[in-house]
T-cell receptor, first 112, second 117 residues
């Protein structure tokens, strides 16, 4: 079965500081990987997805970027955080039969 | 683009009773997947149940069952014999089955379920 490791769990960063959130996947190879953001405890919004190393697609233009330097590693970054970047960030991967979506435990980001 | 709508921001139920959470979706695709996810206070996303659009039979997982009405584009979740541990935010989600969708999930806005003892 697939396992996602996501860190850090909680992060408080000042406005204008850089950001790096990391996600690694175990138990599968060449997975589809996704970054979602959940604002104010409501619905999840897809930010980025990747179908392979170096392949990144952005769903929502914003202050964030993503990278996939290795097959099972997915990184969410920002050069300068905005207050509006605060939220709960979740990494996810999809199983081979489209029912095995696995989510990481999430990162609660507060920009102050 | 696909959309998912959960019209009930909050619902409550008495322990041991039954509650139904509503979800409607909009798509022009014929082959897709629908999901219900549970998010407890820990915020971990937990898959509750899934439905494949080409299957007419409604999915069931123990106390959880769905009423899938493809023509009406409706996908409701029924929780029977509600337990205190069922209290959580519930999300309805949609995914195209086709390869070009890359498995992206579209979520509804969620329904907060409160279970009263």
């Amino acid at each position: 079965s697939q396992t996602i490791h996501q860190w850090p769990a909680t992060l408080v960063q000042p406005v204008g500081s850089p950001l790096s959130l990391e996600c690694t996947v175990e138990g599968t190879s060449n997975p589809n990987l996704y970054w979602y953001r959940q604002a104010a405890g409501r619905g999840l919004q897809l930010l980025f997805y990747s179908v392979g190393i170096g392949q990144i697609s952005s769903e929502v233009p914003q202050n964030l970027s993503a990278s996939r330097p290795q097959d099972r590693q997915f990184i969410l970054s920002s050069k300068k955080l905005l207050l509006s970047d605060s939220g709960f960030y979740l990494c996810a991967t999809r199983g081979t039969k489209n029912y095995g979506y696995t989510f990481g435990s999430g990162t609660r980001l507060t920009v102050v | 683009a696909q959309t998912v709508t959960q019209s009930q921001p909050e619902m409550s139920v008495q322990e041991a009773e039954t509650v139904t959470l509503s979800c409607t979706y909009d798509t022009s695709e014929s082959d897709y997947y629908l999901f219900w996810y549970k998010q407890p206070p820990s915020r971990q996303m937990i898959l509750v149940i899934r439905q494949e659009a080409y299957k007419q039979q409604n999915a069931t997982e123990n106390r959880f069952s769905v009423n899938f009405q493809k023509a009406a584009k409706s996908f409701s979740l029924k929780i029977s014999d509600s337990q205190l541990g069922d209290a959580a935010m519930y999300f309805c989600a949609y995914s195209n089955a086709g390869g070009t969708s890359y498995g992206k999930l579209t979520f509804g806005q969620g329904t907060i379920l409160t279970v009263h003892p």
